[in-house]
């Protein structure tokens, strides 16, 4: 661009305070009228130092302050560090436990979607959709709430199993509620897919084709509705997963449509699955027998599928009563990318909706990256995109048993 | 014919009750299990102070008034407190519930955020004991 | 005495301080009914008063590099336009303040003043939401104009096109309209066509583009605190009014004589009132080009259909 155009360029700023996000973040968005031609993000104004946080607490500690990275996902952090925890401590939770988890997990997915659903409707200026879906997501929060005793921060979760099990009570009040939701959820589905005014805000709006998707490490939702076959809880079951299983819903056409109607599928699917769950729930304890205060020394990972996308954690424990290094990565921090692809070229109107499509969570994505050289010369090495993928083949099937092959 | 999403929504609501409520004047009861403010039973503690140790804000104190009679006065700050109930879930005696009607603990002044638990007598000792704790607020 | 009932009339009510607060109870009828379509509660019935008192006593900040003059005068000029469109319309039924042959036409370009003030506003200053909403306000009024004042000026000129007097005066058109059925029912295009031109006047959804709050905060009136944001609400909120009043009486029965009529009027226009807030609440926000393309590709082609209409059966009765 030469130097008289960039004089010319009228610069759209949102954020790091703007009524469309509800977190800082901030964005340039270069304007020609009402058309988008360039675009940038600066993130990181709610950094909060958690992961230098863990380091000076202990690990029972550290659950509750993972726990508070997001107020959404909350339950899905802790899960991941506890996996990750139990991973090094070598033990592994009852399966009453684990059921429990996933039961959460998809309860929290169902009040994740669904408030998404409405913040969407909101930014595409349909406040009676928005009202109405955070209306019904009351009833999953009251669920919450009368089986975990919190709306947001149920605190499921314990390191080795669970704090508090599902009675027979309590899953009559979640089987009650996901009859009434599941009506709802095709109703809304009904709506995003059928009503005239909203498709013109959302069909054909923010594409992104496969290969984009993959080539900016899209993750979770947004990149299903690309039809990236993508989910952490169908490639690498975690939890219970294993005998409970989702299914992996995908859509090809990668508008902002299909990121509305992958949602909404998943809400069914969590729905069915929860279901099953409480059909034949698992009898036992609640948590293993005997947990560790110190962890053996070690590095760990784990990963598990979030409602926006993958969610990955490092643990590093040197033997004490806290963790040396954990290192979080948010699935909204790979999606970011996507939007400043996908808002080139589109109204300004629309960029809010792109933005909210991706499902953004800022204070769970904003974390300080440093690079450190290695200390030990003549130890550097530089991995390339070939060997960091063999080193992962290889590291899956000696830790966990994966095949490569169906990858290949 | 061009579809309305919402329409049917619409008209159902116009002749129903709002779900809506005119909050501090109708309330409704939070669940059973409702993890609100802390309460301490001094029965049947005896010191471990696990609830201490695994405290994620670091909101409850235990005074040990005499070890040897089990006398112990637990200081909790409400501003602290998570209500993430690992205290009530490592007590292995029960002494540590959290109230499921006390949960509206806003406040204007920060006074009311320290709460002294125990027996009445011990209560006393300590706070004669105690130095009154420093006023850092501005005056 | 004559002087003191014309400055009670104008100052009072109708006109003036009443319709002030009659706009204000109109918005706080939109603001629970909409709620009440949401199955929320709503706000209770003082809040838009509430509001535009708070609103009056707050600081106003004026922003750099905004002329001073304009940024307080143009609130005012909004209110003061909208106002003096009110002196010309039978408000509740009543006979209007000050008629005069061609106030449909003043009365039109009168209303419009209050868009053009808030684009006006939002285009001096440097804000880049407040320039942004000034383009969209100004893009909106291009596009519902035309389709609106022709719609409003429609039963005047079916009347000239069936042979009849046509007026240009408002209270002769309502006094002829209560003497014929309703031209809502016989001309239905137009009467649809100026409900929805007052929807996207007063910037309702799903006209509500120039003041986006998810996309450019709240538009053109973005820098606007305290008193001047507090006027342009009180100019909308009577523009409201006025303009509800004014399709009353062009379109569902004008203003007949009787002791009832004040009240049957205005239970009409709050009938038009509960029209639009429906319309509110079923449909998601247009895009700006979106909006002009509905106005210029539907609105106009209502309008001008259903003059033809009126046309053909003209011809056709003449020949028969």
Known sequence: MNPTQTADRFIIPIGPQHP????????????????????????GYAHRGIEKGTESRNWTQNLYLLERVCGICSHIHATAYTLGVEQLAEVEAPPRAQAIREIFAELERIHSHLLWLGVAAHDAG???????????????????????????????NILGGVKFDITDKAANTILKGLDFLEERTHHYRSVVNEDTFFLQRTRGVGLMTKEEALRLGVVGPTARASGVERDIRVDAPYIAYHDFPVNLVTLPTGDLEARFLVRLDELLDSYRVIRDILNDMPEGELTVKRMPRK???????????????????????????????????????CNMGSVIKQAVGHNLADVPMILVGIDPCFSCNDRAVSIRESRRNGQEKVWNWADL??????????????????LE | ???????????????????????????????????????????????CALCVKDCPADAIELITIDKAAKRFVIRYHVDRCLFCGQCAYSCRFNCITLSNDEWELADLGRDNYTVLYGEPEDIEQFSLESEPEPDIEPA | MAIVRDLTYLMFFPAGLGLIAAGLFYQWIDRKLLARFQNRLGP??????????????????????????????????????????????????????????????????????LMLCTGL?????????????????????????????????????????????????????????????????TLPFTFIVAIIGLMGKLELPPFDAPEAETEIVAGALTEYSGRGLALFNLARAAELVIGLMLITALYLGGVGDGLLVPIIFTAKSLGLLVIVVML???LARLRIDQTVSLWWKLGSVLVIAQWLIILIIRVLNLGG
């Open chain 1, 389 to 406: 993928r063999r080193y992962g083949i290889e590291f899956y099937r000696r830790k966990m048993g994966l095949e490569s092959s169906i």
């Open chain 2, 1 to 47: 014919m061009k579809k309305i999403g919402m329409l049917k929504d619409m008209i159902r609501s116009a002749f129903r009750q709002p779900v809506t409520e005119l909050y501090p004047v109708e309330r409704r009861p939070a669940a059973e299990d409702f993890r609100g403010m802390l309460h301490w039973n001094p029965e049947g503690c005896t010191g």
């Open chain 1, 126 to 156: 349909f406040d009676t959709l928005f009202m109405y879906t955070w209306r019904d997501r009351e009833t999953v929060m009251d669920i919450l709430e009368e089986v975990s005793g919190n709306r947001v921060h149920y605190s499921a």
């Open chain 3, 121 to 185: 506003a939002g285009a001096q200053t440097r804000g880049r939401f407040s320039l942004t909403g000034a383009l969209r306000a100004f893009t909106q009024v291009f596009a519902y104009e035309a389709p609106f004042i022709l719609a409003l000026l429609s039963p005047s000129i079916a009347l000239m096109i069936a042979g009849e007097a046509g007026s240009w005066q408002i209270w002769e058109l309502a006094q002829s309209a209560a003497n014929r059925p309703w031209f809502a029912l």
């Open chain 1, 20 to 43: 469309a996000l509800k977190e800082p973040g901030h964005f340039e968005f270069t304007v020609e009228g009402e058309t988008v031609t360039g675009a940038s993000v600066r993130l």
């Open chain 1, 295 to 333: 962890m053996k020394p070690g590095e760990v990972i784990s990963r598990v599928e979030a409602p926006r996308g993958e969610l990955f954690y490092f643990i590093r424990s040197t033997g004490g009563e806290s963790p040396d290094r954990i290192k979080v990565r948010t699935p909204t921090l």
């Open chain 3, 44 to 113: 209770r019935w003082f809040q838009p008063f509430a509001d535009a008192l708070k609103l009056l006593g707050k600081e106003e900040i004026q922003p750099h590099g905004t002329s001073a003059f304009l940024f307080a005068a143009l609130p005012i000029l909004a209110l003061a336009g909208v106002l003096t469109a009110g002196l010309a319309v039978p408000l509740f039924g009543l006979p209007p303040v000050f008629s005069f042959p061609g106030d449909l036409v003043v009365s039109l370009y009168l209303l419009s003043l």
């Open chain 3, 280 to 282: 509110q609440t079923v």
